[in-house]
């Protein structure tokens, strides 16, 4: 069965102050990797996709890397206006039913 | 933006009665997947669909009935809503299976 975990669940930064958030895997076979962001009573928005471990995607002030079990976004000098919850989700893996497992999230709040 | 629409984009309703939930592309994807987000779940797929007049289950389908008569439509039905289905609903929509997937503003539902 597909697995995906988020950590940290909620964080909480200074304008300014990098950090990672996580994204752990587990699959029977990778194919793709996705980063969305979420903001309160919005649909998901789509960020990256990351296809091979090694590959990296940046956009403004995030960065996405892709390990063979893991993913990290990183956030540089951040600002308020990226505060949101940020998913990331994985292709079904097995036969059958075609579809996203979605990790819980990670929510972020950007202090001034 | 993708073009996604969903209606209504709020819904109270009344255990038992039915529910149609509507989403709507302008971008003639082939693929169409229904979501629910609930608090401390991930967002789980209910059904999908590869095309006209072709669906298939999702992780979370029991209670639900999609259709989809027309290329841009594809309709999600409560045969007889329970308070387990309130719900945010999301429509998502992909080029194909395993391709980013693109998500709606989303349908609160409300079954008291």
């Known amino acids: 069965e597909d697995q995906v975990t988020q950590s940290p669940e909620a964080l909480r930064l200074q304008e300014g102050e990098s950090s990672s958030l996580n994204c752990s895997y587990t699959?029977?076979?990778?194919?793709?990797l996705f980063w969305y962001r979420q903001d309160p009573g919005k649909g998901p928005e789509f960020l990256f996709t990351?296809?091979?471990a090694g590959e990296e995607k940046e956009k403004e002030r995030l960065k996405a890397t892709l390990t063979k079990k893991e993913s990290f976004l990183h956030i540089t000098a951040p600002k308020p206006e990226d505060s949101a919850t940020y998913l990331c989700a994985v292709p079904y893996s097995g036969g059958g039913a075609d579809g996203l497992t979605f990790g819980k999230g990670t929510h972020l709040i950007i202090q001034p | 933006d993708a073009g996604i629409t969903q209606s209504p984009r709020h819904k109270v309703t009344e255990t038992g009665t039915p529910v149609t939930l509507r989403c709507h592309q302008t971008e003639n994807h082939r693929y169409m997947y229904w979501y629910r987000q609930d608090p401390g779940h991930g967002l789980r797929l209910i059904h999908y669909s590869y095309g006209v007049k072709d669906t298939d289950k999702g992780e979370v389908s029991d209670g639900y009935s999609v259709s989809r008569s027309k290329t841009e439509d594809f309709l999600l039905t409560l045969e007889s809503a329970t308070s387990s289905q309130t719900s945010v609903y999301f429509c998502a929509i992909s080029e194909s299976p395993g391709n980013t997937q693109y998500f709606g503003p989303g349908t609160r539902l409300t079954v008291l």
């Open positions: 699959v029977s076979g990778l194919r793709g």
């Open positions: 990351l296809y091979s």
